[in-house]
């Protein structure tokens, strides 16, 4: 069994800076992967960011460009999204998922094996 456990959304307000962590724990998992996806009401779940375990590459989407950041701690197996300059549009759940099937499609939430239970990200404006 694999746990993913997320903790650090909030309340913000535009302009702000918030820290997310998954920590993953249980059985070993495919690490090729780890990433963030979002889903806000009323829409469909979409891809943040996600971080190749081995070398560190990451991706993002463009949305979020240039605010976001995504990082690893290898030794805790946990992975962090520093987000700053957020915005009203970046209200969503925010969840973590990992043990991705297929680097060419990080972006796909059905190529993750396992997701966390989400963690509320709330931008006034």
């Known amino acids: 069994q694999v746990q993913l456990v997320e903790s650090g959304g909030g309340l913000v307000q535009a302009g702000g800076s918030l820290r997310l962590s998954c920590a993953a724990s249980g059985r070993a998992i495919s690490r090729l992967a780890m990433g963030w996806f979002r889903q806000a009401p009323e829409k469909e779940r979409e891809f943040v960011a996600t971080?190749?375990?081995?070398?560190?590459?990451?991706y993002y989407a463009d949305s979020v460009k240039g605010r976001f950041t995504i990082s690893r701690d290898n030794a805790k197996n946990t992975v962090y999204l520093q987000m700053n300059s957020l915005r009203p549009e970046d209200t969503a759940v925010y969840y973590c998922?990992?043990?991705?099937?297929?680097?060419?499609?990080?972006?796909?939430?059905?190529?993750?094996?396992?997701w966390g239970q989400g963690t509320q990200v709330t931008v006034s404006s």
């Open positions: 971080i190749m375990w081995l070398g560190g590459t990451t």
């Open positions: 998922a990992a043990d991705l099937l297929s680097r060419s499609y990080y972006y796909a939430p059905d190529k993750y094996n396992y």
